[in-house]
């Protein structure tokens, strides 16, 4: 096991002969130049490397003593009120003489104490009480320290308070829940306190609550795991997981289980949600269109735009069915289990549609005739929605569609025959035929307002084709979680 401990150094870390050096600059000089001549006291630091060892006796342990070193000039060469220079105040001579000491008494412990002076990427000259500046410098500092390490222990006594603040705040952000932090006071029994535990965890509710801003659920997941929020609200983040990734099933069975933990109106939430998968799981056409939609726009949301492209185009073949389905009345599901009963019923019902079939006859594409009786594919369920646009009849004759409905499909025609404009982006990427990148800029380009506009566009024609509208369950996840994360925060 290895382990990292770190600590800044101060005026009261040393006693020499019982007494602590007034000038730590001068002072320190001479007790290192005479180090021999005297009895050497580490009232904080060795309490503290005794309580560690007591935890970790067969580690292998380093340490690390942060100092003041800082340049010779007329703001370090002034004096404070009790006449002593700031640059007097480092702490460079209070380090030699602990990493000799700690060296000697932890010798079969500690394999190796290193003096780090307190500097940013360009070196000493700051002023390490200022916290901006100081917690600057620590994080130039850690990224230079090792971070393999099965644990990080930093003692929070000794040094000066904004350089404990900014090592203290940097090493949870570096080594996260590998950090703990060990108290020394005065007399009194060394603890370590969980101080370390909490930060940790708000910092992963924070970023649990950014990741959500992004609708990113599995990285807000991840985060919320680690953060010690309640099962409710992990089981909620799982739902939104495995619902986006269209598992629906998984997505059922945490919906359940939140149901089961969670209580108020975070219970009714879960009930809904568990409800509003059943259309999904018959495998509605208008259900899963919303859906498709709301998870384009969260592709859209986390710059995924080859996943963005993907889902466009499932949505444009969704709603091409879904028209070819109400108006037409023709089955296109064509899957393995379905396909022998619904061929056959697809070409007898168009058999029994002559001004249908003439239609289809008529259509050619690059120069061929239009294979319809293959099955509703893409370009023949273009030629059926056309079809229906221009006022083809049934059987009895009468209008597939009114015209008001007509117009309105118009409306639907025009935005799917925008989006086509993607076509050759998607076929050139990798979810399709190729390996060419997808960038935002590239979609710009090709689409009229934007990758914006494609999520507004998709809304337009869920509206247009009568679809009933629903509130996304993904806002609503990100609402109700971001709410309860935040308060955890506040508390």
């Not at 007790?31 to 060892?53: G, R, S, V, Y």
């Not at 998984?250 to 939430?269: F, H, I, M, P, W």
């Not at 070409?347 to 319809?372: G, K």
């Not at 059926?384 to 083809?392: D, I, K, Q, Y």
Request: contains cysteine; proline residues 4%.
């Amino acid at each position: 096991m290895k382990i990292l401990i770190m600590c800044n150094l101060g005026n009261s870390d040393l006693l020499a002969d019982g007494k602590r050096p007034n000038n730590l600059r001068v002072e320190g000089e001479q007790l290192w130049q005479t180090f021999a001549e005297h009895q050497f006291e580490l009232p904080l630091i060795e309490p503290c490397l005794k309580f560690i060892q007591q935890k970790h006796p067969d580690a292998e342990a380093r340490l690390i003593c942060f100092y003041t070193d800082q340049p010779e000039n007329p703001k370090t060469m002034q004096a404070d009120r009790f006449g002593v220079r700031l640059r007097d105040k480092d702490t460079v001579w209070v380090a030699w003489i602990v990493q000799r000491l700690v060296s000697e008494r932890f010798a079969n412990w500690i394999e190796q104490v290193q003096p780090v002076r307190i500097e940013n990427r360009y070196g000493p000259d700051l002023n390490p009480s200022i916290y901006d500046e100081a917690f600057e410098a620590y994080a130039y500092l850690l990224t230079r320290v090792e971070h393999d390490v099965d644990a990080c222990y930093i003692l929070t006594a000794g040094g000066i308070p904004a350089c404990n603040f900014a090592l203290q705040l940097q090493a949870i952000i570096a080594y996260a829940d590998r950090c703990h932090f060990v108290y020394p006071p005065e007399g009194g029994h060394v603890t370590e306190l969980g101080i370390g535990e909490k930060m940790s965890r708000a910092f992963q509710r924070i970023n649990a609550m950014t990741a959500l801003g992004q609708y990113n659920f599995p990285a807000a997941l991840l985060s919320a795991r680690h953060a010690g929020v309640e099962e409710w609200i992990l089981r909620l983040l799982e739902y939104a997981v495995y619902r986006e990734a269209f598992d629906f099933r998984r997505a059922q069975d945490v919906a359940t289980k939140a149901e089961r933990v969670a209580s108020g109106t975070n219970r009714d939430l879960c009930r809904e949600l568990s409800a509003d998968l059943k259309q999904l799981e018959k495998n509605d056409m208008a259900a899963l269109l919303r859906e498709v939609a709301y998870s384009a726009e969260i592709a859209w949301r986390n710059s995924r735009y080859a996943d963005m492209l993907g889902r466009i185009f499932r949505f444009q073949e969704g709603v091409l069915r879904w028209i070819v389905e109400r108006y037409l009345g023709l089955p296109t599901d064509m899957s393995k289990e379905l396909r022998e009963v619904n061929v056959k019923r697809y070409r007898e019902q168009i058999e029994a549609t002559p001004d249908l079939r003439r239609f289809l006859e008529q259509r050619t594409i690059d120069n061929q005739p239009l294979r319809y009786a293959d099955g509703p594919n893409r370009p023949v369920m273009q030629a059926m929605f056309e079809f229906v646009l221009e006022g083809g009849t049934r059987a009895d004759g009468t209008p597939c569609a009114t015209k008001k409905d007509r117009e309105r499909l118009q409306g639907v025609h025009a935005r799917l025959n925008k989006l086509d404009a993607l076509a050759e982006l998607r076929n050139q990427s990798v979810i399709a035929h190729g390996f060419a990148g997808v960038s935002e800029e590239a979609i710009n380009n090709l689409y009229q307002g934007g990758a914006k506009q494609i999520v507004d566009d998709l809304k337009k024609i869920i509206e247009l084709l009568g679809i009933e509208g629903a509130t996304s369950p993904f806002d609503r996840i990100v609402e109700v979680v971001q709410r309860a994360l935040k308060q955890r925060l506040d508390t």
